[in-house]
């Protein structure tokens, strides 16, 4: 392709307060339409808002988690326009002076810049039945807190959009600021786009709106770049607009030419004065900032001999890595020496077949699985000791994991322990070898399917339940005295 994708995303976060940002409204999910609102919030005139401190901390929060320089100075700014949803005809956002720049976000090997963090309120929600000839409104929504988070052009294609914002809802989860339930609404996120050639500074940058899963931003990016790539191969300009993503359909539709910024008559909100945190203030805020992902990745690399990209999965949510912690206190608990095989071991599990089974079982976190960290655990130790094999582990797991059953009552209860008792596969064996003169004449001539053969032999005889490795071994040994 000779053009080169731009790619910046704007991620709309609802903040997890109890209350509104302006006024003591519930902000409860699913609650009776317009049963979750008051003068203010439904933008009565003469009402005053007043700044919810705890929707201001949890942002403070998040901007200095991203790396964000506060700004000295915190100031709303009414943007307004006119929409059936927003009856005061104006939204208290931030403006010229966000809450928070020039941050970044690691994804993998790379730096994306986060070019600002502002707060706001968000509007009421429209509902348009089908068949019914009038909308209906909903304000419960209105003044529910939101952060915005504005990525700057640093994005090269739909897959590193994506991965760009699962490190990012990774991150706003450690720090517990946002249930990011996409599906609620509590995560969204608009895209801007352009394509470049490589000799030029930037393309028309489209803006595209309504992505509501990893799923539907790489499909609306992909269509947005093909669409984009056309018109310019066939000579025609892109115009700058904003357009809506069809998820059904997998394409994006023309919604109204671009806005600029003059076209909301920003001016500073005059019901809420512009204020300032101290130093201190931001100082004990960014003290209690937990271990964020970025970081716990490379302590688990360095401390559990993990490779950087197992490391980096297993922290990819809060959820697996604390599972993680609790499996490596449960090989301290279990007395255990802490050997690098047995995370390996572990994190090759949470990666591999965990992974796969909440995949199948569209779980979010590991937490919902009945699968407990000493579980895990168990089940790597029967790995370990030879009592199971590798194979027979998944088949464990994948009934364990059905029902609760700690692994190691499982394999006892329907002793699927192999045998590793020399004594035992010894004798097995050598009623094996009486048994078929004419295979041991072959192994003789030097056949060695011959060999395979009595193994199977033996494995039909324990039922299975030989370890194969020691069987092997143990009737090459008989052989080969029986041969002197
Ligand atoms: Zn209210």
Known sequence: ????????????????????????????????????????????????????????????????????????????????????????????????????????????ERRIRVHRVHLEEDAGKLIHKEGEDASLVDFNRSGMPLLEIVSEPDLASPE???????????????????????????????TNVSLRRPSEELGTKVEVKNLNSFKSVGRALTHEIERQGKLLEAGEKVAQETRLFDDARGITLGMRSKEYAHDYRYFPEPDLVPFSLTEKEIEVIREELPELPAAKAKRFAASFGLTPADARGVTASRAAADYFEACVKAVAGAGLRPEPGTFKAIANWILGEIARVMNERNLEEITALQFSPGHLLELVQLVDSGKISHKMAKEVFAEVVKSGESPARHVQ????????????????????????????????????????????????????????????ETLRELLKENKR
């Not at 699962?166 to 599906?183: G, H, N, P, R």
């Not at 329907?414 to 192994?443: K, W």
């Open 1 to 108: 392709m000779t053009y080169v994708p731009v790619i910046g995303l704007e991620v709309h976060l609802q903040l997890a307060t109890r209350s509104k940002i302006f006024c003591g409204c519930a902000t409860t999910f699913g609650a009776a339409a317009n049963s979750q609102v008051c003068p203010v919030c439904l933008g009565f005139p003469g009402v005053l808002p007043v700044l919810n401190r705890k929707v201001l901390a949890l942002g403070i929060r998040t901007a200095l988690a991203l790396g964000c320089r506060i700004e000295p100075t915190i100031v709303f700014h009414r943007k307004n326009y006119f929409y059936p949803d927003l009856p005061k005809d104006f939204q208290i956002s931030q403006y010229d002076l966000p809450l928070g720049r020039s941050g970044s976000v690691e994804v993998g």
């Open 160 to 190: 590193e959009a994506q991965a760009y914002l699962k490190t990012l809802k990774a991150i706003l989860q450690y720090l517990e600021v946002s249930d990011c339930d996409m599906e609620k609404g509590s995560l969204r996120c608009d």
């Open 413 to 472: 209860a329907r002793n699927l322990a192999q045998v590793t008792d020399a004594g035992r596969i010894r004798e097995s064996a050598q009623a094996v070898i009486q048994e078929n003169p004419g295979a041991v004449e072959d192994f003789k001539k030097g056949k060695p399917r011959a060999l395979m053969f009595l193994v199977g032999q033996l494995m039909r005889r324990t039922q299975g339940s030989a370890s194969p490795a020691l069987a092997q």
